[in-house]
């Protein structure tokens, strides 16, 4: 086996721990000063990486990650995880918003062809987004075969059984490799990165390059009308009895 | 309880979702009961209060107290129908007598005392504080005044049959000053609901503690909590700036000021902190609240013995500084009751003792590169020998949950017998040793762990149950040994019911003379949280 190279995409989020809040002139959400920290299912995705690789069934794992100058600590986490070496495929901070899963699938199907890689493993949704797109995109570009939301994933020979959590329960799909998997909460337990290892992946190499050295267009069709909050929940009302429950319904004209 | 077999985050998606805080967003508003059952202090806990009695899991009963220290009721009154009508008066719908509720509140949360009150009251405002003490004194009634019941000295439970007065639903902001980081609060406000209010106007609470999702602020000064963040923020004794005190007979001290210095006369808030509930009933509380800080850093670190813990305390305090902000220890079979009893995940390599570094700062870089410093550093000289950091704040609370519930799995491993001393540093582990040679095959575990920066060691030994045989191996062993080092037999604990005839292991005869008389002085017929924290007048 231990032929298979592997890349992974991990992508810089506000951490899950913090309450978000909106800019005041709703053009998004506030992330200065914010901490930030690698999406918990790209976490994921890098810990079944390494997994593989400490099997002996992936010979190499390249993490990447497309943003601002900042994705480079999101990298190093994924390499003090096990990631062999790293790319960041850099974006302006003002430009930042307008990547997307479109034109991030863009560049990872190029770097997937350009790294001759036989496995890319992505979260299946980042959790500032909530898109769920960006895996299926870059398999429909390179038109690979994807195993979406997984919860287990197993090397048979050249192929790769991937079983699935769907609506109804589980599913398993068997896919010819090279091959695009999204990981879904239950694949792992992504491991706590070890002093060592974090003080090996500050030597390890994160190779930086623009997206159009890739060839590829970051423009996006889209655009954000505006962000708001959720209407404020309003307070309920507390009785005491069946008969003050059917008068504050009738008051509030329900019955 | 939340399985933690799931990954270990997603009991913080739990936790991170809008519907669980319930923060108030003005002053005034009521910081509501709610607790995270991550800690599951559902036995004793207020959560009985609601009129849950039936989450009570179906646990051993414990032994009265009465019957198992040799303690004799004073001869206090009885109380009567004419009371219970008098205090309907005073607090209407309040006042309850429901033994299951009783049940819950006449049993600490180790589940090692237990009263027999009949009377549990719910005042919501110092005014019927201030009423039911003067009828309480009127009447020579004693009065267990009781918070989060969360000590560990059996304090905050009667030791007969002492009127429960319980700050649960004296649960208001009274006022925050969002540029000084002052807060106004009464007593029964719960420590983490005060943290979230202060974190959403860029504070914290000086203070932390594992028993944070239950204790009352209240309690907390009365009992001049310490806490994780103490090598950081400091004392009570500092971070108080005033106090609202009933007295045994009624009378209201108004020193609930929030000035930062106020010279004028004797400073009598400090009386009443550490007092555990006998001088006075603390019903609000002032409190200065340091700004939160930008940047949380979490270290778990492996050493590979108690020379390196201590040679990497004096590393951290010369190359994180001023950004150092806790330094906790633990010792192996820590660990492990947490791995075996709690099945937290650990983190890194096997070693014989861990301890967590926690940073803060303002500056992510600065205190990143400040701690990358110090890791190298400790990595390089074999200081440390395997760590992690925690790299996003899910997993910093998971480092946290590791040091923050050892007690908890402690209580899970048997009967607990629970020393808390102050040590010079360099004798710290030397006891814990000491002890595991004595006790032999007796005890299930000895274990050490505790706030190495503030010198205090919080010595834990389990059994299968209770045993006197064991207890004579234990006292005064611990306290002679203590007190040989010139240490304090309860640096932050306090002496409730369970170490009240121990101070003069750590205090002079005079001082405790002193503290009777201050005690006579303001509480004459003795009503206040009775046989607790000074030892019986000769």
């Known amino acids: 086996m231990a032929e298979l190279?592997?890349?992974?995409?991990?992508?810089?989020?506000?951490?899950?721990?913090?309450?978000?809040?909106?800019?005041?002139?709703k053009t998004g959400v506030v992330t200065d000063g914010v901490k930030h920290s690698m999406n918990p299912f790209c976490e994921i995705a890098v810990e079944e990486a390494v997994r593989l690789k400490e099997k002996k069934l992936v010979k190499e794992v390249i993490a990447v990650s497309c943003g601002p100058v900042q994705c480079q600590e999101t990298i190093r986490t994924a390499l003090a995880m096990g990631a062999d070496r790293g790319i960041h495929v850099e974006v302006p901070a003002a430009e930042a918003d307008r990547v997307g899963p479109l034109q991030v699938a863009r560049v990872l199907a190029k770097l997937a062809e350009r790294e001759k890689v036989d496995l890319v493993l992505l979260g299946k949704q980042a959790i500032d987004d909530d898109c769920n797109q960006t895996g299926q995109m870059t398999a429909g570009l390179l038109d690979w075969p994807q195993g979406t939301f997984a919860s287990q994933v197993t090397l048979e020979g050249a192929k790769l059984k991937v079983e699935r959590e769907i609506d109804g329960g589980l599913e398993t799909l068997r896919l010819k490799l090279p091959a695009v998997v999204t990981t879904d909460l239950r694949l792992n337990e992504p491991r706590y990165a070890t002093l060592p290892n974090i003080m090996k992946a500050k030597k390890k190499k994160i190779e930086v390059i623009k997206a159009s050295d890739l060839g590829v267009d970051l423009s996006s069709k889209l655009t954000v009308v505006s962000v708001e909050d959720p209407p404020q929940r309003t307070a309920g009302v507390k009785v005491e009895t069946t008969e003050d429950l059917v008068a504050k319904l009738k008051e509030v004209g329900r019955i | 309880m939340v399985s933690h077999q799931v990954p270990r985050w997603s009991a913080w998606i739990f936790r991170a979702s809008p519907g669980w805080q319930r923060t108030a967003c003005a002053p005034g508003a009521s910081v509501g009961q709610q607790r995270w059952p991550r800690i599951p202090w559902q036995v004793s806990g207020p959560l009985a209060f609601r009129g849950c009695a039936s989450t009570?899991?179906?646990?051993?009963?414990?032994?009265?107290?009465?019957?198992?220290?040799?303690?004799?009721?004073?001869?206090?009154?009885?109380?009567?129908?004419?009371?219970?009508?008098?205090?309907?008066?005073?607090?209407?719908?309040?006042?309850?007598?429901?033994?299951?509720?009783?049940?819950?509140?006449?049993?600490?949360?180790?589940?090692?005392?237990?009263?027999?009150?009949?009377?549990?009251?719910?005042?919501?405002?110092?005014?019927?504080?201030?009423?039911?003490?003067?009828?309480?004194?009127?009447?020579?009634?004693?009065?267990?005044?009781?918070?989060?019941?969360?000590?560990?000295?059996?304090?905050?439970?009667?030791?007969?049959?002492?009127?429960?007065?319980?700050?649960?639903?004296?649960?208001?902001?009274?006022?925050?000053?969002?540029?000084?980081?002052?807060?106004?609060?009464?007593?029964?406000?719960?420590?983490?609901?005060?943290?979230?209010?202060?974190?959403?106007?860029?504070?914290?609470?000086?203070?932390?503690?594992?028993?944070?999702?239950?204790?009352?602020?209240?309690?907390?000064?009365?009992?001049?909590?310490?806490?994780?963040?103490?090598?950081?923020?400091?004392?009570?004794?500092?971070?108080?700036?005033?106090?609202?005190?009933?007295?045994?007979?009624?009378?209201?001290?108004?020193?609930?000021?929030?000035?930062?210095?106020?010279?004028?006369?004797?400073?009598?808030?400090?009386?009443?902190?550490?007092?555990?509930?006998?001088?006075?009933?603390?019903?609000?509380?002032?409190?200065?609240?340091?700004?939160?800080?930008?940047?949380v850093n979490v270290a778990f670190l492996g050493c590979p013995g108690f020379a390196e813990v201590l040679q990497a305390f004096s590393t951290c305090k010369g190359t994180l500084g001023e950004i150092l902000s806790a330094f906790e220890f633990m010792d192996a079979e820590c660990m492990q009751l947490v791995g075996q009893h709690l099945h937290l995940a650990?983190?890194?390599?096997?070693?014989?003792?861990?301890?967590?570094?926690?940073?803060?700062?303002?500056?992510?870089?600065?205190?990143?590169?400040?701690?990358?410093?110090?890791?190298?550093?400790?990595?390089?000289?074999?200081?440390?020998?395997?760590?992690?950091?925690?790299?996003?704040?899910?997993?910093?609370?998971?480092?946290?949950?590791?040091?923050?519930?050892?007690?908890?799995?402690?209580?899970?491993?048997?009967?607990?017998?629970?020393?808390?001393?102050?040590?010079?540093?360099?004798?710290?582990?030397?006891?814990?040793?000491?002890?595991?040679?004595?006790?032999?095959?007796?005890?299930?575990?000895?274990v050490g762990y505790g706030h190495l920066g503030d010198g205090n060691l919080h010595l834990n030994v389990t059994a299968e149950a209770f045993s006197t045989a064991l207890l004579g191996a234990l006292e005064p062993y611990v306290y002679t040994w203590t007190a040989a080092q010139r240490g304090s037999v309860s640096a932050e604990h306090g002496l409730g019911l369970r170490k009240k005839d121990v101070l003069g292991y750590s205090k002079p005869p005079t001082a405790v003379q002193l503290m009777w008389q201050l005690k006579a002085l303001l509480d004459p017929r003795g009503l206040l949280n009775p046989y607790k924290t000074l030892p019986a007048h000769a």
């Open chain 2, 56 to 295: 009570a899991p179906r646990v051993p009963r414990v032994m009265p107290t009465s019957e198992r220290y040799p303690v004799q009721r004073l001869p206090f009154s009885v109380v009567s129908e004419e009371d219970l009508a008098a205090f309907e008066r005073i607090i209407p719908g309040r006042v309850i007598t429901d033994p299951e509720e009783l049940e819950v509140a006449n049993v600490d949360w180790l589940r090692t005392v237990r009263g027999c009150s009949k009377v549990l009251l719910r005042p919501r405002t110092t005014e019927e504080v201030s009423h039911i003490l003067r009828h309480c004194h009127q009447r020579n009634l004693a009065v267990n005044p009781q918070g989060g019941n969360t000590g560990m000295v059996g304090g905050s439970v009667p030791v007969f049959d002492e009127i429960i007065l319980s700050t649960a639903l004296m649960n208001q902001v009274i006022s925050f000053h969002d540029v000084s980081g002052i807060l106004v609060c009464q007593a029964g406000c719960v420590l983490e609901e005060l943290n979230h209010y202060v974190q959403e106007r860029g504070f914290i609470m000086p203070l932390d503690l594992g028993a944070k999702g239950s204790c009352h602020i209240g309690g907390n000064v009365a009992t001049n909590a310490g806490g994780l963040r103490f090598l950081r923020y400091g004392s009570l004794r500092g971070t108080v700036l005033g106090l609202e005190v009933v007295l045994a007979d009624g009378t209201v001290l108004d020193c609930l000021t929030s000035l930062r210095k106020d010279n004028t006369g004797y400073d009598l808030k400090q009386l009443f902190i550490g007092s555990e509930g006998t001088l006075g009933v603390i019903t609000a509380v002032s409190i200065s609240c340091p700004p939160r800080p930008k940047a």
């Open chain 1, 5 to 25: 190279r592997a890349l992974v995409a991990v992508k810089r989020v506000i951490d899950f721990a913090v309450k978000i809040r909106v800019k005041p002139d």
């Open chain 2, 346 to 446: 650990r983190p890194v390599r096997e070693s014989p003792f861990y301890i967590l570094v926690e940073t803060s700062g303002s500056s992510a870089e600065h205190d990143a590169e400040k701690l990358d410093g110090f890791l190298e550093q400790a990595l390089g000289s074999g200081l440390v020998t395997d760590g992690t950091v925690g790299t996003d704040q899910s997993k910093a609370q998971s480092l946290w949950a590791l040091r923050e519930r050892i007690t908890e799995a402690l209580s899970h491993d048997g009967y607990v017998f629970k020393y808390d001393v102050s040590l010079p540093v360099e004798r710290f582990y030397d006891l814990v040793s000491d002890l595991r040679a004595r006790l032999g095959p007796r005890a299930k575990h000895v």
